[in-house]
């Protein structure tokens, strides 16, 4: 699809798309550091996603199979569910909901569901009931007709619409949850030297947190942030450096102004368990 062609569909469907403004004529945004506090494990598994609700935190595990698993050296699953765990404050696991995504990459859980979204054929969004029950299955919205919608690295629900982290079209898209319609388009921050990886987001305010970071062959040579953009404009205003040696952030979530990350395990490109808190859950707070 060229970029005319996007363009024209994203009218045709009543998508608007934040045109992101400079921060200032000759300025960058400010940058902040941050580091990050293990918290405790994940249920076994690879952890690659989270979401935040008043009954604790939610976990997407992420399970790799055929040629993925083979490039990551990793036996195939007896299963190929994979689960969203609910567990509390301290880690205690409160309820496991089982799942058809594949190679689970991006969450939400609102409106009594859980979205789990793939990154792996048949890609998609898997709308789950707290009883394990599909209730659907649908792929990014604005794909070429016939073909699936692309991967995702994040998902959010927030004010009962849903955001999907969107690889494809290279933006967090916000989509009716009952339509399916997409309604709105925040593009993935580019302006940082060589921060290409986009990962787990999280709305506070009026503005949107994306985890973001570099290209790299193991956790000594990444530079993982946050990059904070205003909704109503796509504007970027702060972007955050995590410290050398912090955990590897995947997924995202803010829960009474406090901020979680989890760490996979597994990240392209690195030996297995490269990160120091491979497999937690953890804390990020500003330096």
Excluded at 47 to 62: F, K
Aim: proline letters at 8%; hydrophobic letters at 35%.
């Amino acid at each position: 699809m060229t970029k005319r062609e996007f363009l024209a569909a994203g009218l045709g469907a009543g998508l608007a798309i934040a045109a992101p403004a400079a921060f200032g004529q000759g300025k960058k945004p400010p940058v902040r550091k941050a580091k990050t506090t293990k918290l405790f494990k994940s249920p076994q598994g690879f952890p690659n996603a989270i979401s935040a609700t008043p009954e604790g935190l939610w976990i997407g595990e992420q399970k790799l199979t055929g040629e993925q698993a083979k490039a990551y050296k990793l036996p195939e699953p007896k299963s190929l569910e994979e689960n969203a765990w609910l567990v509390d404050w301290n880690g205690k696991l409160l309820k496991t909901v089982k799942t058809p995504s594949r190679n689970t990459s991006g969450m939400a859980v609102g409106g009594g569901y859980v979205w789990m979204i793939a990154n792996a054929p048949p890609q998609g969004v898997f709308q789950v009931d707290m009883n394990s029950k599909l209730v659907s299955h649908r792929q990014i919205p604005l794909g070429v007709p016939g073909k699936d919608g692309g991967g995702s690295h994040g998902g959010l629900w927030h004010d009962n619409k849903l955001w999907i982290s969107s690889l494809r079209l290279r933006g967090n898209l916000r989509v009716d949850p009952k339509t399916w319609q997409p309604e709105y388009m925040i593009p993935f921050y580019q302006q940082h030297p060589n921060w290409i990886r986009y990962h787990g987001i999280a709305i506070e305010g009026d503005s949107m947190w994306q985890v973001i970071g570099n290209d790299s062959t193991g956790h000594k040579d990444f530079k993982p942030g946050l990059v904070r953009q205003e909704i109503s404009t796509g504007r970027t205003l702060e972007v955050v450096e995590f410290l050398p040696g912090s955990s590897d952030p995947h997924g995202l979530a803010i829960w009474n102004g406090k901020f979680y990350g989890c760490d996979a395990g597994i990240h392209p490109g690195w030996p297995n368990n490269d990160s120091p808190t491979a497999g937690y859950i953890f804390q990020i707070d500003f330096v």
